[in-house]
T-cell receptor, first 114, second 115 residues
Framework: AQSVAQPEDQVNVAEGNPLTVKCTYS??????LFWYVQYPNRGLQFLLK??????LVKGSYGFEAEFNKSQTSFHLKKPSALVSDSALYFC????????????FGAGTRLAVHP | DTGVSQNPRHKITKRGQNVTFRCDPI?????LYWYRQTLGQGPEFLTY????????KSRLLSDRFSAERPKGSFSTLEIQRTEQGDSAMYLC?????????????FGQGTRLTVV
C-alpha cells in the first residue's frame, strides 16, 4: 500500500533561519510527490511537485524540496524562514491506482518565531 | 475569483439531519475530488468525478453519503442522518485531465459540526 509519513508533528524555527519539514514515502514504482500548505480556516494551497527530472524542485514562496530515491524522502526546505510561513504543511503522493487522487501525510505544523 | 469555490464555509447541524455541500470547480477542470479532513489528520479521499461520471468511491463513503456532478460542472455532497463522527472539514479539489501530472487545486472547504 502506498503511504506518506511526516515524522514531526511540529517544527519550530527562528525567523531568518533555514527550515526543513520532513516527508518519507512508500510506493511501488516511481513516485509523484507534492507539498501543500494550509493556513487557518483555509483550503490547501499547492507549493511544489516532483514528477521526474532534477531532484531539487523549486516552488512557490521560496520553498524547495529535495527528492531522494535511496532514502525515499521528499523534504521541504526554505533557506530563510518568515513568520508568515507559519502554517500546516502536508506532503502527498499520487495514488498509482489511477485517477490522480492524493494520499496525504498527517501534516506538520511549522511555527516560525520572530 | 477563478479558484475552486465551496459553499457553505461553515455548517452546524443537529444529529440526524441531512446536509448538502456544493463545490464549483475551476471552469475548465474536468476532474473533481472530494476529501474529508479531521482534526490533526491529513485529507482523506472520498470520491472522484471525471466530468459527470463518478468513477471511484472510497470505503469511507458510507451509504449515508452521496455525491453528484450533474452536467460535469458543479458537484454536491450530501450526508443523510448526520452523526457526530461526520464532523470534519470537507474539501473539494479539481484538476485538468489533459495533463496527468497536473496538481489539484483545492477549495477553502466546508467545516461541518454535528451537535
Amino acid at each position: 500500500a502506498q503511504s506518506v509519513a511526516q515524522p514531526e508533528d511540529q517544527v519550530n524555527v527562528a525567523e531568518g533561519n533555514p527550515l526543513t519539514v520532513k516527508c518519507t514515502y512508500s510506493v511501488s514504482g516511481n513516485p509523484y510527490l507534492f507539498w501543500y500548505v494550509q493556513y487557518p480556516n483555509r483550503g490547501l494551497q499547492f507549493l511544489l511537485k516532483y514528477i521526474t527530472g532534477d531532484n531539487l524542485v523549486k516552488g512557490s514562496y521560496g520553498f524547495e524540496a529535495e527528492f531522494n530515491k535511496s532514502q525515499t524522502s521528499f523534504h521541504l526546505k526554505k533557506p530563510s524562514a518568515l513568520v508568515s510561513d507559519s502554517a500546516l504543511y502536508f506532503c502527498a503522493v499520487r495514488d498509482m491506482g489511477g485517477y490522480n487522487k492524493l494520499i496525504f501525510g498527517a501534516g506538520t505544523r511549522l511555527a516560525v518565531h520572530p | 475569483d477563478t479558484g475552486v469555490s465551496q459553499n457553505p464555509r461553515h455548517k452546524i447541524t443537529k444529529r440526524g439531519q441531512n446536509v448538502t455541500f456544493r463545490c464549483d470547480p475551476i471552469s475548465e477542470h474536468n476532474r473533481l475530488y472530494w476529501y474529508r479532513q479531521t482534526l490533526g489528520q491529513g485529507p482523506e479521499f472520498l470520491t472522484y468525478f471525471q466530468n459527470e461520471a463518478q468513477l471511484e468511491k472510497s470505503r469511507l463513503l458510507s451509504d449515508r453519503f452521496s455525491a453528484e456532478r450533474p452536467k460535469g460542472s458543479f458537484s454536491t455532497l450530501e450526508i443523510q442522518r448526520t452523526e457526530q463522527g461526520d464532523s470534519a472539514m470537507y474539501l473539494c479539489a479539481s484538476s485538468l485531465r489533459a495533463d496527468t501530472n497536473t496538481e489539484a487545486f483545492f477549495g477553502q472547504g466546508t467545516r461541518l459540526t454535528v451537535v
